[in-house]
């Protein structure tokens, strides 16, 4: 069978992949990326690596993570955008990190405790309850076509299970929720500590100053905005970091059927012409309407069947064909 180097965090899903991959024949080395954030990971990988039986190495990512994460995470959200650091981190750092190991131990695989699955070189959806296949996007083709990805077909709920049985210690583990760097979730509070926070400024709606906000980095596009209109509920449409002002508007200007992706990154050949696919614009998994895309210079512009809620600058705007994934880019 194969050598799978496995990105083991600690978690309960790491966990259980390392089991399945054992249970069919592979040779598994667990690979623990190392932040600085916390040492619980560490210990509780350290712990499965040793009750299963596999091996543990360790690296050092945070100066990777600092340069190709960190740091993008807070301009954008400086720049008035709203960007996912796990989309970031994917393929710069922990699909780079797992792909080069492998490459070092002259092994065949890589594999991590993703919601997805791949096949024939392709990336599809994992099962539907819980599909993490659009934090996926950015992956480059050479790190899908050496992926294994055990957990695809199964829900949570059968994991946790799994994870009974096979004896694993963090089996009742809770979920990690959070951004890793950021384990308190106060994102305003970490870019505070880095560099002075953008100061308050006007909310507007319509042309018109309705409002002072306390500051463009805590707010984010689709956001309701109680108390500034006594007669209708207004949600933040816009976020201008350079005039400091976020603009406001009513439930149904939130809706759009054109959007446009920069920065794209194709999982199949770019399509010379119109592309018929469906589209994610936020990992929320109830909005997914079918579109045509199509290369327009540096973008690609997708027109939507259906509108999509609030599309935010930074979040990623993801094709789908079916179940497969196409490929994604940042929202503008």
């Given at each position: 069978m194969a050598h799978v180097i496995l990105g083991l965090s600690g978690g309960v899903d790491s966990a259980?992949?390392?089991?399945?991959?054992?249970?069919?024949?592979?040779?598994?080395?667990?690979?623990y990326l190392e932040n600085g954030v916390s040492d619980t990971g560490a210990r509780d990988a350290a712990a499965v690596a040793e009750t299963l039986g596999v091996a543990l190495d360790v690296l050092d990512i945070r100066s990777d993570l600092e340069q190709k994460v960190c740091a993008p995470f807070e301009a954008a959200y400086r720049a008035g955008r709203t960007p996912n650091p796990c989309i970031l981190c994917n393929p710069t750092v922990k699909f780079k990190a797992l792909l080069a190991h492998a490459d070092r131990l002259g092994a065949d695989y890589i594999a991590t405790g993703h919601y997805a699955r791949t096949k024939d070189g392709g990336l599809y959806k994992g099962h539907p309850s819980?599909?993490?296949?659009?934090?996926?996007?950015?992956?480059?083709?050479?790190?899908?076509?050496?992926?294994?990805?055990?957990?695809?077909?199964?829900?949570?709920?059968?994991?946790?299970?799994?994870?009974?049985?096979?004896?694993?210690?963090?089996?009742?583990?809770?979920?990690?929720?959070?951004?890793?760097?950021?384990?308190?979730?106060?994102?305003?509070?970490?870019?505070?500590?880095?560099?002075?926070?953008?100061?308050?400024?006007?909310?507007?709606?319509?042309?018109?100053?309705?409002?002072?906000?306390?500051?463009?980095?805590?707010?984010?596009?689709?956001?309701?905005?109680?108390?500034?209109?006594?007669?209708?509920?207004v949600y933040i449409s816009r976020i201008d970091a350079k005039t400091n002002t976020i603009q406001l508007d009513y439930w149904d200007a939130l809706f759009h059927t054109e959007v446009a992706?920069?920065?794209?990154?194709?999982?199949?050949?770019?399509?010379?012409?119109?592309?018929?696919?469906?589209?994610?614009?936020?990992?929320?998994?109830?909005?997914?309407?079918?579109?045509?895309?199509?290369?327009?210079?540096?973008?690609?512009?997708?027109?939507?069947?259906?509108?999509?809620?609030a599309p935010a600058p930074g979040q990623s705007a993801v094709l789908y064909d079916n179940d497969r994934v196409l490929g994604g880019g940042f929202i503008v």
């Open positions: 259980v992949c390392a089991a399945l991959l054992k249970r069919a024949g592979h040779t598994v080395t667990g690979l819980n599909d993490q296949s659009y934090m996926l996007c950015r992956l480059t083709r050479e790190q899908v076509q050496r992926l294994l990805l055990p957990l695809g077909a199964f829900e949570k709920t059968q994991v946790r299970a799994m994870a009974a049985d096979f004896g694993i210690p963090v089996a009742k583990k809770p979920d990690s929720m959070e951004i890793c760097f950021i384990p308190d979730k106060d994102y305003t509070g970490w870019m505070a500590r880095r560099a002075p926070l953008p100061g308050p400024g006007d909310f507007v709606l319509h042309g018109e100053v309705v409002g002072r906000h306390d500051g463009i980095c805590h707010y984010t596009v689709g956001q309701r905005r109680p108390g500034l209109i006594n007669d209708r509920k992706a920069e920065q794209f990154n194709w999982l199949i050949d770019p399509p010379a012409g119109d592309l018929r696919a469906s589209v994610r614009v936020r990992h929320p998994k109830w909005e997914n309407p079918p579109c045509t895309a199509r290369i327009d210079g540096d973008l690609v512009r997708i027109t939507c069947d259906e509108p999509v809620r």
